[in-house]
C-alpha cells in the first residue's frame, strides 16, 4: 500500500513532468497575439500573409501564403533580440526547422537568415539580402518537416532582392532563376569574405531575423496558397519555437493528461488515507 510518504513523492514527480512539459510547448501565435511576428505582403500593397484554420497543422490553424498573380511575396517576419554577425558563427550556432505544405502548382515556401551590413555590393545599391532554405517543390499537398543547420548544402544566397548570388559571390553573377546556387551556410560564410574585386563580403554581414515566405514562383498565376507552421529556430543565443493558430484554445496532450490525473489521484488517495485515520 502507498504510504503518504510515496504519495508526495509521485505528486512531486507529476508536477515536475507537468512543468517540463509546459516549458516544452511552443509559443502561440494567433492574428490578435503575434508574439513579436510581422505578417507582410512583401511590399507591394497586396495578398498579406495571414493565420488561418484552412489547412491545419499541430493544432487549428497554419500561416497562409496566398498569391493571386506574379510579382507577390507574402511573407512573415520576426526580429531578433540581438543581431549575429555571420562570420562569429562558422563554428555552428545555427539550426532552423519549419513544417510546410504546398499544392499542386505551388513552391514549397521558404525559411531565410535575413543578413543587413553587406560590403561590396555597392555595385547594386544594396546592403541586404538572406539566405534561404526551400524545400524540393514537392507540390503535392502534404505535410513536410525540414531541420538545417550550417552543414545543411541547400542554402542560397540572395543580395537586395536583385537575385541569387553565384557560389563565387561575384557581383556580376546574379540570376533572377532559382537554380543549383546552393551550398551550406558555413561554406557561404567562409568563401564569401569580401575577397576580390567585386565580391560581396558576407562574413562581416548581420543576421538580424528570420522570415518565412511564399518562396520561389517563376511564372506563378491564378491564385495560388501554400502553407507554414511549427516555426523554429537557433542563431547564436536567439532561439525561439512557434506554433501558429486559427484561435487560442488548446487542448492538453494525453500524456499531460495521464500526469493530471496520476497527480490528482494521488492526492485524493492521501486525503482519504488521513480522514480514515482520524475516523
Known amino acids: 500500500m502507498l504510504t503518504k510518504h510515496v504519495l508526495r513523492h509521485v505528486c512531486a514527480a507529476a508536477s515536475m513532468l507537468l512543468a517540463g512539459h509546459a516549458m516544452a510547448t511552443p509559443t502561440v501565435v494567433t492574428t490578435s497575439d503575434l508574439q513579436g ?18 489547412q491545419a497543422y499541430q493544432g487549428n490553424g497554419s500561416i497562409q501564403f496566398t498569391i493571386s ?49 553587406l560590403t561590396n555590393s555597392t555595385q547594386v545599391g544594396r546592403d541586404d539580402g538572406s539566405l534561404g532554405f526551400y524545400g524540393a517543390n514537392t507540390g503535392d499537398g502534404n505535410w513536410h518537416t525540414s531541420t538545417v543547420d550550417m552543414t545543411s548544402g541547400d542554402f542560397f544566397f540572395r543580395v537586395g532582392g536583385k537575385g541569387q548570388e553565384s557560389l563565387g559571390c561575384g557581383s556580376g553573377d546574379y540570376a533572377l532563376s532559382f537554380d543549383d546556387r546552393r551550398q551550406s551556410l558555413a561554406n557561404w560564410a567562409s568563401t564569401c569574405t569580401g575577397a576580390g574585386t567585386g565580391t560581396v563580403d558576407l562574413d562581416d554581414a548581420m543576421i538580424y531575423g528570420i522570415e518565412v515566405d511564399y518562396g520561389s514562383f517563376p511564372g506563378a498565376s491564378g491564385v495560388m496558397s501554400s502553407y507554414v507552421d511549427g516555426v523554429n529556430f537557433s542563431v547564436g543565443r536567439n532561439i525561439g519555437d ?34 480514515a485515520k482520524r475516523g
Do not use: C, H, K
Not at 511576428?37 to 484552412?54: E, M, Q
Not at 554577425?85 to 499542386?104: E, I, Q, T, W
Not at 512557434?242 to 486525503?271: K, Q, Y
Open 69 to 117: 498573380g506574379t510579382g507577390q511575396q507574402p511573407l512573415a517576419f520576426y526580429s531578433f533580440g540581438t543581431a549575429v554577425r555571420v562570420g562569429d558563427l562558422l563554428n555552428g550556432g545555427v539550426s532552423l526547422g519549419f513544417s510546410y505544405m504546398a499544392p499542386a502548382g505551388a513552391p514549397d515556401p521558404t525559411i531565410r537568415l535575413m543578413l543587413s551590413g
Open 242 to 275: 512557434f506554433n501558429f493558430e486559427a484561435s487560442a484554445t488548446s487542448v492538453p496532450e494525453p500524456a499531460s493528461l495521464a500526469l493530471v490525473g496520476l497527480a490528482l489521484g494521488g492526492a485524493a488517495f492521501a486525503r482519504r488515507r488521513v480522514a
Open 37 to 54: 511576428w510581422v505578417l507582410g505582403d512583401g511590399g507591394n500593397g497586396t495578398s498579406p500573409a495571414t493565420i488561418s484554420g484552412d
